[in-house]
């Protein structure tokens, strides 16, 4: 017994020996070097606790001063000084400094900040081989980047931010093999970027501003990886760079920009940061751009946008800064940029705005302006298209009128040929088809440039007639792992087409025998039916009989939504990452605006969508789409009736039917802000009287209703007015329900009173970097 004792006090001691040894022994030259860096760096006032018996691997770090070691060997190390600090004095030698470095072997994080180091980078950098990030931003480092950078494999970021450094960005920097981060803003490099910066795949951020680059910027559609791209203050353009859409920061602002905006930027679904000011961008301004769903801070000021705004455009919920001021825009100031709040900044000075509130220019200015910069108005264009048209008619006399023939023949053709048969008649379908698309085009060309515009803003592609074949080939013949599953309205399958692409195919076998003419004013209706917050129809295929050409199967292709249902984003279990509190009020506020759309948004409006919160399916940037909507084509098909409103028995049919909506609407409200499953009335009715008890009595009972998951998050004025528009949703008579105007009013106030609240958004949306 006593020998055990003595045994494991002679362990401990022994222990403990060791350990102080191995210590005192490991740090004596990484010590040294550290002493002869706070030597070389003047002693400066950060270091100044720096003793020859500083115990450096457990000294305590702070926001200036922080030193990690692992296993006794310096691994990281931060030396941040006083912003502005003064050059080092003449005997400074950078390259003792970076000999000296070399000194801490496994350095793999590098911070000297504002410490006033000067001279070029030395080449002996390239000997610090474990290093992974390094960020001398703030000194006076002049000269190029050597070469010897390139051998740092490991580096991932590298931040030369605010030095004097110039020369051209070397092209080897982009086959550093897993570089993440390049920053080298307010420095003076020159030159173009090397188009060999179209391919490092990790690069996530890339920040060259304010330097002295011009030319074009190289194509950046296959850096997938890209999420923010600043290029400020330098003289690139004049064409709108190439970019993939999955940019998050933006910042072209100052250069030489003098082309329009590509259309794709309205499908720039995580963009929360774009600065395109003080350039010389023309064209149009697409105010798609105000309601992209992640934008935060778009400022286009100082370019010459054209356009008319409306009063009624719709702004993204988390829009906190918007700067339009010193452009050529007309029209009226969108009402949601004006009724916002205190913290939200809005600036649309100079412009020719029908306002008193901030300085205007007579409409007359722009419109002189914009003539000036080239730009016509849109109709002109139409126009002068259609005259080239009859211009070409005229002249070409006799070749004239053999095209009208053809014109006329082909149309008459695709009329005939929508319908594409199995068999023989299947392969001269396609080939018409594959013809109208240029007369039709210049047939009704002004509806195909808004169409396409229109098409543009959602991201998709035009409505059209699909072959059974591309059908087939994109479902390996309906295969069964393409099945998605079977509702009251048919089978669905998923489908990738030839471009890369998903959709939904929807199929329907016909049960009464019509020819496919019956179907064509249905057709047309729901080639309508395009909204953000509607899963949107992409086209059409008919199967037909052979016998009497009556159809026998019709596809409908829609845009497929990969994110799943909005139930599996809420509800209690299911949820990996449940859905923020203001993402939950701009999924309720995009179900709205689907359901306005569907009521007021066509003619005839379409009801009775039995909406439930399994057909919201959400897309790539968490939009709500409505999946499973009334469509006349189905309920026909059916049996039902098809548009409600004619044939309902009621004094005021419109109004119950609308209401229908509502009632449904309030539901998907109440799973929303319950968190759980409500699949009975019942329990919407015991739901409700909860909620009633809850507005009633104070913040604490009603933050003890709401889903768990937000009850933290969501501000008590916003979780009372979504309670409030939720129960009144829900009442018994159709009549006392809202309509969907104040539905959306009241949405929208229970999201910008969230917003307003900084900290949600931040804590719960995490943001990519
Ligand atoms: C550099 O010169 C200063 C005086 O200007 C002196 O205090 C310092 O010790 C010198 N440093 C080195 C590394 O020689
Ligand atoms: C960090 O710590 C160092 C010494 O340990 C001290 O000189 C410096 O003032 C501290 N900085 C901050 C910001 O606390
Ligand atoms: C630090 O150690 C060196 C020798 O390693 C010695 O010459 C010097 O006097 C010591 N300085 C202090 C302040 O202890
Ligand atoms: C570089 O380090 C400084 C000091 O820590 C920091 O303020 C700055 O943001 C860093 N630069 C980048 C691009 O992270
Ligand atoms: C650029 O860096 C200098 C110091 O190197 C600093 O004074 C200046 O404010 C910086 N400019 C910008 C725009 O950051
Ligand atoms: C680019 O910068 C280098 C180094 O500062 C300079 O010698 C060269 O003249 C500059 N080139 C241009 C086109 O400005
Ligand atoms: C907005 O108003 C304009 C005219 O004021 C109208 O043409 C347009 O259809 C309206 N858009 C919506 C979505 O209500």
């Known amino acids: 017994m006593e020998k055990l004792v003595h045994h494991s006090v002679f362990l401990v001691v022994v222990t403990v020996f060791l350990l102080i040894c191995r210590s005192e022994e490991l740090r004596s030259s990484e010590s040294q070097a550290l002493l ?70 496994d350095l793999k994080v590098l911070t000297f900040v504002s410490l006033g180091l000067w001279g070029p980078l030395p080449d002996k950098i390239g000997r610090l081989t474990s290093l992974e990030i390094l960020n001398m931003s703030s000194n006076f ?20 931010d605010d030095n004097m450094l110039a020369g051209r960005l070397p092209g080897w920097l982009s086959s550093l093999p897993l570089l993440t981060v390049l920053s080298l803003k307010n420095n003076s490099f020159n030159g173009s970027v090397p188009t060999s910066f179209a391919y490092p795949e990790n690069l996530r951020v890339l920040a060259l501003s304010h330097n002295h680059f011009y030319g074009e910027v190289p194509d950046f559609s296959r850096l997938t990886n890209l999420q923010v791209l600043e290029l400020e203050d330098n003289a690139f353009g004049p064409k709108f760079p190439t970019l993939g859409s999955k940019l998050v920061t933006l910042v072209l602002s100052k250069n030489r920009f003098r082309s329009g905006l590509p259309s794709e930027l309205s499908s720039y679904y995580q963009l929360d940061k774009l600065d395109l000011s003080y350039n010389s961008f023309v064209g149009p301004f697409p105010q798609s751009l105000l309601s992209l769903p992640s934008i935060t801070y778009l400022n286009v000021a100082g370019n010459r946008f054209t356009g008319m705004l409306f009063g009624n455009q719709s702004c993204s919920p988390v829009l906190e800064f918007v700067d339009l001021s010193s452009n050529l825009l007309t029209g009226t100031v969108p009402s949601c940029l004006v009724s916002n709040y205190k913290d939200k900044v809005f600036l649309y000075a100079m412009n020719c705005l029908a306002t008193r509130k901030q300085k205007q220019h007579p409409l007359q200015f722009c419109r002189n302006e914009a003539l000036a910069v080239g730009i016509l108005p849109e109709k002109k264009k139409q126009k002068q298209v259609f005259k080239a048209f009859l211009a070409l ?90 099945f998605m599953g079977e509702g009251s309205y048919g089978q669905m399958y998923r489908g990738l087409l030839r471009d890369g692409s998903y959709v939904a195919i929807r199929c329907l076998k016909i049960k009464r025998r019509h020819g496919t003419q019956n179907f064509m004013q249905h057709i047309d209706l729901t080639s309508k039916l395009r909204h953000w917050n509607l899963v949107s129809a992409l086209g059409h295929c008919f199967e037909c009989y052979l016998d009497d050409s009556s159809v026998s199967s019709m596809f409908l292709i829609f845009e497929y939504v990969p994110n799943g249902t909005l139930r599996s984003w809420i509800s209690e279990g299911h949820s990996k990452r449940p859905l923020s509190w203001i993402r939950r009020i701009a999924a309720a506020i995009g179900i709205a605006k689907g359901l306005q759309f569907l009521h007021t948004g066509i003619v005839p409006g379409i009801y009775r969508n039995n909406l439930k919160i399994t057909d919201i399916l959400l897309d790539y940037s968490l939009t709500a789409k409505i999946s499973s909507y009334n469509l006349p084509l189905l309920a026909n098909n059916l049996g039902k009736v098809s548009h409600g409103i004619s044939s309902s028995g009621s004094k005021d049919p419109w109004i119950d039917e609308e209401k229908i909506d509502i009632y449904d609407f309030g539901v998907i409200l109440l799973e929303i802000i319950k968190g759980r499953q409500v699949n009975s009335e019942k329990k919407v009715d015991a739901l409700v009287d909860q909620l009633q008890l809850a507005i009633a009595a104070d913040r604490a009972a009603r933050r003890s209703v709401v889903d768990p998951a937000v009850n933290r998050s969501c501000l008590d004025q916003s979780l009372k007015t979504m309670m409030e528009i939720c129960v009144r949703c829900l009442l018994k008579k159709p009549e006392d329900r809202p309509s969907i105007e104040d539905i959306l009013w009241n949405l929208q106030y229970a999201a910008q009173v969230q917003g307003a609240w900084r900290g949600d958004s931040q804590s719960s949306d995490s943001s990519p970097i």
């Open 36 to 105: 002869r860096i706070q030597r070389l760096l003047n002693f400066p006032t950060i270091l100044r606790e720096w003793k020859n018996n500083t115990d450096f691997c457990n000294t305590e770090p702070n926001q200036s001063l922080a030193v990690v070691c692992y296993e006794d060997s310096i691994t990281q190390l931060h030396i941040i000084g006083e912003k502005g600090a003064p050059l080092l004095p003449r005997n400074f030698s950078i390259d003792s400094f970076v000999t000296t470095l070399v000194n801490l072997p």
């Open 141 to 160: 480092l002049y000269g190029g980047i050597p070469r010897e950078v390139s051998s740092l494999t490991s580096l991932r970021t590298l931040i030369l």
């Open 393 to 482: 008619a005229i002249l070409g006399g006799a070749f004239g009128s053999i095209l009208l023939v053809l014109v006329i023949f082909l149309i008459y053709r695709r009329i005939n040929s929508r319908v594409i048969k199995k068999s023989s008649t299947r392969s001269i379908a396609e080939n018409a088809s594959t013809g109208t698309g240029y007369t039709s085009k210049l047939l009704c060309d002004a509806r195909y440039i808004s169409q396409t515009m229109k098409m543009g803003a959602l991201g998709l592609p035009g409505y059209r007639t699909f072959s059974l074949e591309e059908l087939e080939e994109a479902t390996n013949n309906f295969d069964t792992s393409a």
